[in-house]
């Protein structure tokens, strides 16, 4: 499948050109790639692990093409880093390596491929099958997400030099997989959507034909997840198809599960209420304001033979609220797990009241002794901002609340050192007391 973009090259600031010579000389590996200087501040973000300088941190440069790899440097002259710059996008340079010894070609992405897959193989175990095979800069891979769904790969890219790369980097890949007995059969690419505007580029969905790799279009694919199989619909399911970060999250609920009546609020496939049901619980009622949601999580039920588990469709505010109003308190174990609430700082204070409100709500339904799974997956509601409104909530619905844990993502999405939009995943338990 080709994909045609449109790239914005107008730029939104007009640094001043680079014109004295750096203090210290590239290495060969680095010759001939366009400079950029940058502020202090984002010299000392980089260094400290951060992947991006924004637009108002580069103070000069050599104007580089957008999507080209460039070289940054320190306002003294000394080399900082590689990395993809786009004179449109507020993440104006995306580092790729801090190492100016390396050569970024496809050699480079083999080996970034080989770290990738190692690391999963080695944390994930036999859960490799299924997972997260790339986490952007966690990874080294600016702006790219794969997934690995059994034979079939879910590609997202969201950085405009990546996507000028993609064919290449995600070859690598397959040739990495390839050579440890994993055969991929079809790669799905769901490029689409806010962050590629803002990056300048189109939307890209399709299956990516990749010559000498034999690949095929395939839709559907079943996986097992814990023990449960789910069907994952990898066109047109929610970002690439499955949430893969709560795998873990999912089990340390069912965990407690047993004998329990369990409500799971934006069940999206089933996920949380399939692993309580499989787990014993009494009886099992996951909701979503999605019927197409709903339908695949009914899907998923009848062919893990789960009779101990029902999913309707309704707005998880309404229904609580209603549940309220009508006395309704037979669930023991609440599970919250929302779509973001705020996707930018702007809107955080209003992102914070919502989670507030889910949580108060829910935590008046549950008795003393009842069990709390709240979630949040948006990055800019920080852990100390989550916290701060889930004890908010415990005050305004007059419980006390006992931790018993607090999670994040499953290790196949790395916290990256520096960068603490990488921690995105909040998954708190708790027992109202």
Not at 92 to 113: H, Y
Not at 114 to 143: H, I, N, Q
Not at 357 to 378: E, K
């Amino acid at each position: 499948m080709l994909c045609y973009h449109i790239y914005c090259s107008k730029k939104k600031t007009e640094p001043e050109l680079l014109s004295a010579a750096p203090e210290r000389e590239l290495t060969d590996k680095m010759d001939g790639l366009k400079r950029i200087t940058v502020s202090e501040k984002a010299e000392k973000e980089i260094k400290n692990g951060f992947p991006w300088a924004y637009d108002t941190e580069v103070t000069a440069d050599d104007r580089p093409e957008d999507g080209e790899v460039c070289v940054a440097y320190t306002k003294r002259g000394r080399y900082l880093a590689a990395g993809f710059y786009n004179s449109v996008s507020k993440l104006r340079f995306r580092v790729i390596s801090k190492n100016a010894n390396d050569t970024v070609d496809a050699a480079f992405w083999k080996r970034r491929a080989e770290w990738a897959v190692d690391y999963r193989t080695r944390v994930m175990g036999k859960d490799f099958s299924c997972c997260r095979l790339v986490f952007g800069d966690a990874d080294g891979f600016p702006g790219l997400t794969v997934d690995r769904y059994e034979d079939v790969l879910c590609v997202e890219v969201n950085c405009l030099g990546m996507d000028r790369l993609k064919e290449t980097v995600i070859s690598a890949l397959l040739d990495v997989l390839a050579e440890r007995g994993v055969r991929i059969s079809s790669v799905m690419e769901r490029s689409e959507g806010r962050n590629r505007e803002l990056e300048g580029m189109t939307d890209c969905v399709g299956y990516m034909d990749l010559p000498g790799y034999g690949l095929s279009e395939k839709r559907d694919v079943t996986i097992t997840e814990n023990g449960i199989r789910y069907i994952v619909d990898v066109q047109e399911g929610q970002k690439t198809g499955y949430f893969l970060d709560q795998k873990y999250n999912r089990a340390a609920a069912a965990r407690l599960a047993r004998g329990m009546n369990v409500l799971d609020c934006c069940t999206h496939t089933g996920g949380f209420a399939l692993n309580c049901a499989a787990a014993g619980a009494e009886c099992v009622l996951g909701i979503d304001i999605s019927q197409t949601a709903v339908d695949r999580s009914r899907e998923n039920a009848a062919l893990n033979g789960l009779t101990n588990v029902n999913f309707e469709k309704h707005d998880v505010f309404e229904f609580l609220r209603s549940a309220m109003e009508s006395g309704d308190r037979r669930w023991n174990m609440i599970i919250l797990d929302p779509p973001a609430f705020t996707k930018s700082r702007a809107t955080v204070r209003n992102a914070s009241e919502g989670y507030e409100q889910i949580n108060t709500l829910a935590m008046r339904l549950l008795p003393r002794g009842g069990y709390l799974v709240t979630c949040s997956c948006s990055r800019f509601m920080t852990p100390e901002l989550f916290s701060q409104a889930v004890e908010s909530a415990a005050y305004k619905a007059r419980v006390s609340l006992r931790t018993v844990e607090k999670r994040g993502a499953s290790p196949d999405h790395p916290v990256l050192s520096g960068a603490p939009d990488t921690e995105y995943l909040k998954c708190y338990i708790y027992q109202v007391v």
